[in-house]
């Protein structure tokens, strides 16, 4: 759940939301003015499988590429549309 508060709420008791964030996982939208200006999310906070999961995943579980691996690469990059560059760069 994201809490919205002001600015001048933060300001108040910056100590107490960040041991929200940190300890529950809390997410805050920071407003002022009525226009949100800022958002206050856990650190921790990870997105997709990190280095260590993958390699775990490759060395321990055998999730090797299988035989036809090499030509879906190169089917997915053929069918990508050509991308000129830009006319500064010609």
Same mark, same amino acid.
């Given at each position: 759940?994201?809490h919205?508060?002001?600015?001048?709420?933060?300001?108040?008791?910056?100590?107490?939301?960040?041991?929200?964030?940190?300890?529950? /996982?809390?997410?805050?939208?920071?407003?002022?003015?009525?226009?949100?200006?800022?958002?206050?999310?856990?650190?921790?906070?990870?997105?997709?499988?990190?280095?260590?999961?993958?390699?775990?995943?490759?060395?321990? @579980? /055998?999730?090797?590429? @299988?035989? /036809?691996?090499?030509a879906?690469?190169?089917?997915?990059q053929?069918?990508?549309?050509?991308?000129?560059?830009?006319?500064? /760069?010609?």
């Amino acid at each position: 759940m994201v809490h919205r508060i002001t600015t001048k709420e933060l300001v108040e008791s910056p100590g107490e939301i960040l041991c929200r964030v940190r300890d529950q /996982g809390e997410r805050f939208l920071i407003e002022e003015n009525g226009r949100t200006v800022a958002s206050l999310n856990p650190a921790h906070e990870e997105k997709g499988a990190a280095l260590h999961q993958l390699l775990r995943g490759i060395f321990e @579980d /055998g999730l090797l590429p @299988d035989e /036809g691996f090499a030509a879906d690469v190169q089917a997915l990059q053929a069918s990508q549309p050509r991308v000129e560059p830009p006319w500064w /760069g010609r």
